[in-house]
Nanobody
Framework: QMRLVESGGGSVQVGDSLRLSCAAS????????VGWFRQVPGKDREFVST????????YFAGSVKDRFTISRDDAKSMVYLQMNNLEPVDTAVYYC???????????????????WGQGTQVTVSS
C-alpha cells in the first residue's frame, strides 16, 4: 500500500516562494497520478494541481496557474509543487493525493484520489 508524506510548508510573506514535496513509499510510483489539494477550516478540499504518470501532462487551478509549477522525480518517488509569488489566499493545509492511472487524464476531484498524505501547513502573511 502506497503512503504519502508532505513536507516543505511554513510561514512566509506575500511574494515569497515555497516548494512543497510529496514523498511516496510502496507501490510502483511512476504509474500513479499525483494531485495537490489545499484546505482551509470550514471549506472543502480544493484542487490545486495534478501531474499524470511519467509526468506527461500537468494541470492547474486557474487561481495558481501562472504562479505554481508541478514536477515529479520518479527515481526518488517524489512530486514537487513550486509555489511562487504567494498570496494570503494561498494560506491552507496542502495535501498530496495519488491514484493508480496510466491514462493521460488529469484528475481534479478529491474523490479521484484514494491515497492521501497528512498535509503540510502553508501560511502567507501580508
Amino acid at each position: 500500500q502506497m503512503r504519502l508524506v508532505e513536507s516543505g510548508g511554513g510561514s512566509v510573506q506575500v511574494g515569497d516562494s515555497l516548494r512543497l514535496s510529496c514523498a511516496a513509499s510502496g507501490g510502483t510510483f511512476d504509474e500513479y497520478s499525483v494531485g495537490w489539494f489545499r484546505q482551509v477550516p470550514g471549506k472543502d478540499r480544493e484542487f490545486v494541481s495534478t501531474i499524470t504518470w511519467a509526468g506527461r501532462r500537468t494541470y492547474f487551478a486557474g487561481s495558481v496557474k501562472d504562479r505554481f509549477t508541478i514536477s515529479r522525480d520518479d527515481a526518488k518517488s517524489m512530486v514537487y509543487l513550486q509555489m511562487n509569488n504567494l498570496e494570503p489566499v494561498d494560506t491552507a493545509v496542502y495535501y498530496c493525493g495519488a491514484r493508480w492511472s496510466r491514462s493521460g487524464v488529469t484528475y481534479t476531484r478529491r474523490n479521484d484520489y484514494s491515497i492521501w498524505g497528512q498535509g503540510t501547513q502553508v501560511t502567507v502573511s501580508s
